[in-house]
Every structure is written in structure tokens, then in C-alpha cells.
């Protein structure tokens, strides 16, 4: 009877450190203007290990929003007046679409070829480890 709350202990604590890792991606998803949501539902059905990976291999989101710098609002690409404190965003300065800054370690072929193996390494120890358990 012992063994069996001890696992059922050693089981729920694991739970806890996956489910707080799947809270930190979601997180890190919102921050780079990816749906926290989807990402945590994604990161509990695989693993937030991978999910991680596939969002820094990914990077930000291209999105059609652009940051006001007096209120910190996000409002259209294309607006030339904040609609929330009236900021005039100046004609000739246009905003770049995309968060990427210069030397982002993402950005490079190589880098994210890397990333896409570790994934999959990391996938097919986890196939493997399910499989030795099955026997």
C-alpha cells in the first residue's frame, strides 16, 4: 500500500513540474505574439521541451499590429492616429512589421536546422522510453 502513494506521490509531483513548463511556454508563446492558449494546450499534448523549440525556431509573429509608443497600445500597421491617445505616428518614418532584431540566434539556417534535430531527438527518446516501458 506504501509503494502505491509513494508513486501516486512521485506521479502528481512530476505532473506539477510539467504542467508549471507548459505555463512557461504559454508565456513565452504571448510574449512573442503567438496565442499563450494554443501553445499551453500544445506544449501538455506533446511536451514543452519540444513546443519550446518549435516557438524559438519560429520567433515572433508577423502580425498586422503595430506598438504606440505613448500608451504602449497595439493598433493597425496602417493607422496614422492612435485610437486610444490620439498619438499621430510620423508619414515618413514607417514601422518594420517584424520584431526580428539583428543578430537574433534564430534567424540563421544553421541554427534553426539544429533546433529542428534536437526536436526530433528529443521526440524519439521519448518514443524510446515509451517503448522500453511497454515491455
Known sequence: MEII????????FWFLVYLFFAILVGAYASKKRRSGVGW???SLL??????LIFLFILGPSHSSLKKCPRCAEEVNIDAQICR???FEFPQSNQFPKSDKKAGNVASTPISRVIAI???L????FMVFIIYLFKK
Open 5 to 12: 502513494g509513494l508513486f501516486v506521490g512521485w506521479f502528481v
Open 40 to 42: 499551453f494546450f500544445l
Open 46 to 51: 506533446i511536451s514543452p521541451l519540444i513546443t
Open 84 to 86: 486610444f491617445c490620439n
Open 117 to 119: 534535430l534536437i526536436a
Open 121 to 124: 531527438s528529443a521526440f524519439g
